[in-house]
């Protein structure tokens, strides 16, 4: 190599060959951005080395496997018989509104029998746990640790006891990064709660846990401290999730929309485990026709007048 | 020159161990400050070992980086290569700056690979990170004499052990 020379050599020989081997290595780098941006070759690459990524990670995750292990060793007894007592309540206090909502949702089912609504709210959820690992300041992502082999999929929804957390962008066998709703480039449908103005919420691009609503009408019935769900729309968040709440309302800088920031609901930073949605209830797309109403069309009749009835 | 086996181990363990650190998570107030472990770590071999890292095995310990994060691939490979370029082409005066002078000089070549990042994500299109995203450089300055001495102390061990 030509640096190991230095000694002997005079000072800035090997200046010149030194520049012309960074500019190759830089043009090879640049090349390479492109064409991972444009074509997202990376995770192609990542697919074919999960094998290596996936311990590193693990190994990675360790020590804080270890703190968290050694938290709950170390906790005192009576905090944790009093952590125990608090869970039991609220345990409680769940099942019986739980016991509550099934009825509601008996009476719902039989009311959208009646009204021939056809989509439910049927959930498949799967619990994953974070492996704690940092990738990056740029992008806010997480990573969990269940994988294709577990039947999670890119476009999964994930959510939190508290609220919607993000969206499942890539898979490995074991592993799986989720992109977190707070993520600048993600942006997701929302609906305001109180008054169900639909509305997209993009991650703050401030950097911090916060979600902007940039393009409020001016006129709309927006306040601080309004609930923000999700609206249902674009086919990956089920409606009716909590996403955040309004903190701040201003006009943006053009002055034609109000701009809001909400805190997300989910505990984005701290949350030990979280669901994986399966399934995506609301077809993506405009509803079906609805049946048309009127006699059948083989009673239509002697031939003067003929209908067509379409068939769905 | 005849490595004993001993400083290749240590050589490759110490790049090794870059990658899961540089991953580690850590409380989020200290998220932050958390050094580019694998700079720091590379920027000590270019200075006492040239023979071993040229601006070939940078690109290719940050290709691995890039692998590992999923970001962007040629990310941390092209930011290695402009701070190897630089820690290479200066190696004989950094050498011999005093350890206070060589923490502001990692400080600079930290501070330009963060607007170097910078350059990148803009041309990506990802919008302005937070204030806080110049903490790093800082805190790697800081630990620059920490990792240094630990470095020159594993060597010198291994060679009176060798020797």
């Known amino acids: ?312 | 020159m005849s490595r004993a086996p001993a400083h290749n181990a240590l050589f490759w363990l110490s790049l090794a161990i870059c990658f899961p650190l540089q991953m580690m998570p850590l409380p989020p107030a200290l998220l932050p400050f958390k050094p580019f472990w694998l700079a720091l770590v590379l920027i000590y071999w270019a200075l006492e070992a040239p023979e071993r890292v040229g601006l070939g095995m940078m690109f290719v310990f940050g290709l691995i980086g890039d692998v590992l994060t999923g970001d962007l691939l040629g990310e941390q490979a092209s930011r290695l290569c402009v701070l190897g370029f630089i820690v290479l082409r200066f190696r004989p005066r950094l050498r011999f700056f005093p350890m206070w002078q060589q923490s502001l000089a990692v400080l600079a070549l930290l501070l330009n690979d963060r607007i170097f990042l910078l350059m990148i994500h803009a041309f990506a299109g990802d919008p302005l990170p937070a204030p806080s995203f110049w903490l790093a450089p800082i805190a790697g300055a800081l630990a620059w004499p920490w990792v240094f001495l630990l470095f020159d102390d594993l060597r010198a061990r291994l060679r009176t052990h060798d020797g």
């Open chain 1, 1 to 312: 190599m030509a640096i190991a020379r230095n000694e002997t050599s005079p000072l800035f020989a090997d200046s010149a060959f030194g520049t012309l081997k960074l500019i190759v290595y830089l043009t090879v780098a640049i090349v390479m951005m492109i064409a991972d941006h444009r074509g997202g070759y990376i995770a192609r690459v990542r697919a074919g080395l999960s094998a290596v990524i996936e311990p590193v990670y693990r190994i990675a995750a360790l020590p804080a496997l270890i703190g968290n292990d050694a938290r709950i060793v170390l906790t005192d007894r009576s905090k944790l018989v009093e952590q125990n007592a608090d869970l039991g309540r609220r345990l409680m206090l769940a099942e019986a509104t739980l016991n509550r909502y099934a009825s509601v949702q008996e009476q719902n089912q039989r009311l959208q029998r009646l009204l021939d609504v056809q989509r439910s709210l049927g959930l498949g959820a799967q619990l994953a746990r974070l492996v704690e690992v940092d990738p990056g300041p740029f992008h806010r992502r997480i990573v969990l640790n269940v994988g294709s082999d577990d039947r999670v999929g890119v476009g999964q929804a994930v959510i939190d006891a508290t609220g919607v957390m993000g969206e499942i962008v890539e898979t490995l066998p074991h592993t799986s990064t989720v992109m977190l709703i707070t993520n600048p480039s993600q942006a997701i449908p929302v609906a305001i709660e109180r008054t169900g103005l639909r509305t997209i919420a993009r991650g703050g691009s401030g950097g911090g846990d916060t979600l902007e609503l940039p393009t409020i009408p001016i006129s709309a019935d927006v306040k601080v401290g309004d609930r923000l769900i999700t609206s249902g729309l674009g086919g990956v968040y089920p409606a009716g999730f909590p996403v955040g709440e309004i903190r701040t309302i201003s006009n943006d800088a053009t002055g034609l929309f109000a701009a809001a920031v909400a805190i997300p609901s989910a505990s984005l930073d701290r949350s030990g485990e979280v669901l994986v949605l399966h399934e995506i209830i609301d077809s993506i797309g405009p509803p079906d026709l609805a049946a048309p109403y009127g006699p059948p069309a083989d009673l239509a009749g002697d031939g003067t007048t003929t209908v067509k009835v379409p068939k769905p």
